[in-house]
Every structure is written in C-alpha cells, then in structure tokens.
Nanobody, 121 residues
Framework: QVQLEESGGGLVQAGGSLRLSCAVS????????LGWYRQAPGKQRELVAT???????TYADSVKGRFTISRDNAKNTVYLQMDSLKPEDTAIYYC???????????????WGQGTQVTVSS
C-alpha cells in the first residue's frame, strides 16, 4: 500500500508563512512527479506547483514568487514553502504523487488527505 501524509497547515495572518510537507510511504518502486493542488470553498481544484524527479518545477501564476516547492528524494517527501500569504490562498491543500509500483512500468496517481490553510485579513 501507498500512503501520502500531509502536515503543516494552519491559520496565519496575511503576510505570514507556512510550510507544508507530504511524505510518501509504503511499497513502491519510484516516486515520479510530486505536486500540490488546492481547492477553495465553492471553487474547483487547481494546480499550485509540481516538481519532477529531475527537479523540473512549475508554478501557478498566482503563486509565483511567493511559494517554493522542493523535494527530498531520500525521504520521499515534498515540501511547499508558502510566503507572503494572502487571504485568497485560503484553501484545502492536497498533495499528489505519481508513483510507479514494484510490479508496474507505469505510474498511478495518489492523493493526500488534504490540509487546511486559512489566511486571515
């Protein structure tokens, strides 16, 4: 089995910072692309940032310059450093991992449980 465990969400004031973590555990061969998505109340889920196994990174335009995604391959963990937070960043943040299993040659997507980030004005 594969599990994604998220942590780091919370309540902060505008301009503050949070760091989210997502650790992949279980039985698998390789963790490929890792990413963060978010969903605000009444809105659809949107991509925040992704990072490949080769450290190629993409960001949503709304978070460029404020958020930083990184990964520690030895720990199978992805991070999202969020600075200069705005009220519009308030959402549930979900970790996503594309993982190749031990007996597979294609990846499948797994999702974390979500962690609430609330930014007050």
């Amino acid at each position: 089995q594969v599990q994604l465990e998220e942590s780091g969400g919370g309540l902060v004031q505008a301009g503050g910072s949070l760091r989210l973590s997502c650790a992949v555990s279980g039985s698998f061969f390789r963790v490929n692309v890792l990413g963060w998505y978010r969903q605000a109340p009444g809105k659809q889920r949107e991509l925040v940032a992704t990072i490949t196994s080769g450290a190629s990174i993409t960001y949503a335009d709304s978070v460029k310059g404020r958020f930083t995604i990184s990964r520690d391959n030895a720990k199978n963990t992805v991070y999202l450093q969020m600075d200069s937070l705005k009220p519009e960043d308030t959402a549930i943040y979900y970790c996503n991992a594309d993982i190749t299993g031990r007996w597979s040659w294609s990846g499948v997507a797994y999702w974390g449980q979500g962690t609430q980030v609330t930014v007050s004005s």
